[in-house]
T-cell receptor, first 114, second 110 residues
Framework: DAGVIQSPRHEVTEMGQEVTLRCKPI?????LFWYRQTMMRGLELLIY????????DSGMPEDRFSAKMPNASFSTLKIQPSEPRDSAVYFC????????????FGPGTRLTVL | QKEVEQNSGPLSVPEGAIASLNCTYS??????FFWYRQYSGKSPELIMF????GDKEDGRFTAQLNKASQYVSLLIRDSQPSDSATYLC??????????FGTGTSLTVIP
């Protein structure tokens, strides 16, 4: 298996632009997680899906952020409009269901908003 | 109160020494415990998991779990410069949600 796939790997955009990050989880994994990581705040959970249904979106910072999972093999995280404080590395991770399974992380998308 | 707490460090140890990383958690119902290693500019990767009280050894790594004290630790024996990274503790209560600590930065000095 190729692991969790994220695109793009790097994104540089200007303030006010729309940004869409994409994730393909590992086949057969029921849970998908979006994280944001910065030096100041560490790894923050933004939203978590189980069987394509959003379970916990309490970490989404504000209405500018939205996430979808239209099917078991694809998810998007959208920021509209983007702001400089959104600059961070965004990780997608997936996991099989069950308490004994670990998360597998994608390579991350490094977002820079100018 | 945060779900998972770690000493952010930085922790420095000389090459060949034992590095000890600690983590406490607040949810007594937590069932699974994971240690991830993250090199600078890379994504976290799993190095150890533990479910039962006691010690679990894998090569130079030992995970220790004490559910009564809500404490999990990672020992790295014979530390090598290649062990220099940030170590993230993750806790999983019943279900699929994970809670990560803020990480401990470890530097192994040659």
């Amino acid at each position: 298996d190729a692991g969790v796939i994220q695109s793009p790997r790097h994104e540089v955009t200007e303030m006010g632009q729309e940004v869409t990050l994409r994730c393909k989880p590992i086949s057969g994994h029921n849970s998908l997680f979006w994280y944001r990581q910065t030096m100041m705040r560490g790894l923050e959970l933004l939203i978590y899906f189980n069987n394509n249904v959003p379970i916990d979106d309490s970490g989404m910072p504000e209405d500018r952020f939205s996430a979808k999972m239209p099917n078991a093999s694809f998810s998007t995280l959208k920021i509209q409009p983007s702001e400089p404080r959104d600059s961070a590395v965004y990780f997608c991770a997936s996991s099989p269901s069950g308490s004994k399974y670990e998360q597998f992380f994608g390579p991350g998308t490094r977002l820079t908003v100018l | 109160q945060k779900e998972v707490e770690q000493n952010s460090g930085p922790l420095s140890v000389p090459e060949g020494a034992i590095a000890s990383l600690n983590c406490t958690y607040s949810d007594r119902g937590s069932q699974s415990f994971f240690w991830y290693r993250q090199y600078s500019g890379k994504s976290p990767e799993l190095i150890m998991f533990i479910y039962s009280n006691g010690d679990k050894e894998d090569g130079r790594f030992t995970a220790q779990l004490n559910k009564a004290s809500q404490y999990v630790s990672l020992l790295i024996r014979d530390s090598q410069p290649s062990d220099s990274a940030t170590y993230l503790c993750a806790v999983k209560p019943a279900g699929n949600q994970f809670y990560f600590g803020t990480g401990t930065s470890l530097t192994v000095i040659p």
